[in-house]
C-alpha cells in the first residue's frame, strides 16, 4: 500500500503562482511514476504531468510552459506559474504501479480568479 497527502492549493488571481507539494509513504520500491491528475467540475479528470522513476517528464499541452512537476517518488511538487481560470480545479497526487494498482491522494483545491 502507499499513502499520499497533497498539499498548497488555494485561491490565487489570475497570473499567480501556486506550488503543490505530494509526500508519500509505504512501498515507494514498486511505484514507476508519480502523477499530477486535476478535475474540474462537471469535467473527467485530467494527466497534468507525470515524472517516473527514470526521471521522465511529461505535461499537458495545456500546461506546457507554466507548470513544472519536480521531487521524486517520495515527494513531488508542481509548481504552477501564470495560472488562468480554466486552471481551477482539484488536484490529485497518483502513484502508479500498474494498469491495476495505482494510489490516489485525498485531492487539493486550486482556484483562480479571473
Known amino acids: 500500500q502507499v499513502q499520499l497527502a497533497e498539499s498548497g492549493g488555494g485561491l490565487v488571481q489570475a497570473g499567480g503562482s501556486l506550488r503543490l507539494s505530494c509526500a508519500a509513504s509505504?512501498?515507494?520500491?514498486?511505484?514507476?511514476?508519480m502523477r499530477w491528475y486535476r478535475q474540474a467540475p462537471g469535467e473527467q479528470r485530467e494527466l497534468v504531468a507525470r515524472?517516473?522513476?527514470?526521471?521522465d517528464i511529461n505535461y499537458a499541452d495545456s500546461v506546457k510552459g507554466r507548470f513544472t512537476i519536480s521531487g521524486n517518488i517520495g515527494h513531488i511538487y508542481l509548481q504552477m506559474n501564470n495560472l488562468k481560470a480554466e486552471d481551477t480545479a482539484v488536484y490529485y497526487c497518483?502513484?502508479?504501479?500498474?494498469?491495476?494498482?495505482?494510489?490516489w491522494g485525498q485531492g487539493t483545491q486550486v482556484t483562480v480568479s479571473s
Open positions: 515524472m517516473t522513476r527514470g526521471g
Open positions: 509505504g512501498r515507494l520500491f514498486s511505484i514507476y511514476a
Open positions: 497518483n502513484a502508479f504501479e500498474t494498469a491495476q494498482k495505482e494510489y
